[in-house]
């Protein structure tokens, strides 16, 4: 009963709201390394929030958690620099 309940839900939700879509000129320096790192940093999140969200650095997930997630903004934050350093200099030879 339960279980067929939510498969009318979801069939609902599926009809009546719109499917999220990537839109690749919104960040044009992502790519699949950076997917990957992305989908590293949610498995870690994943496995964290199943162990019950531990905090402290005395616990392994939770250690391994926050050096995923940090490993995957550090990278995405000197993607995003590099690509707007680039618009930059692009803008500065074409006003030239």
């Known amino acids: 009963m339960y279980a067929k309940l939510c498969e009318i839900l979801r069939a ?20 699949e390394e950076r997917s990957a790192l992305h989908a590293r940093a949610k498995r870690a999140r994943d496995i964290w929030c199943r162990e019950g969200r531990p905090r402290g650095n005395s616990s392994v997930v939770y250690r391994e958690f926050k050096f995923r997630k940090a490993d995957f903004r ?4 000197r993607a995003s620099l ?3 350093q680039h ?10």
């Open 87 to 96: 618009l930059d200099r692009k803008l500065e030879t074409a006003a030239e």
């Open 82 to 84: 590099s690509y707007m």
């Open 12 to 31: 609902s939700a599926d009809s009546a709201f719109p499917k999220k879509t990537f839109k690749t000129y919104l960040k044009p320096y992502w790519t």
């Open 74 to 77: 550090h990278e995405h934050r």
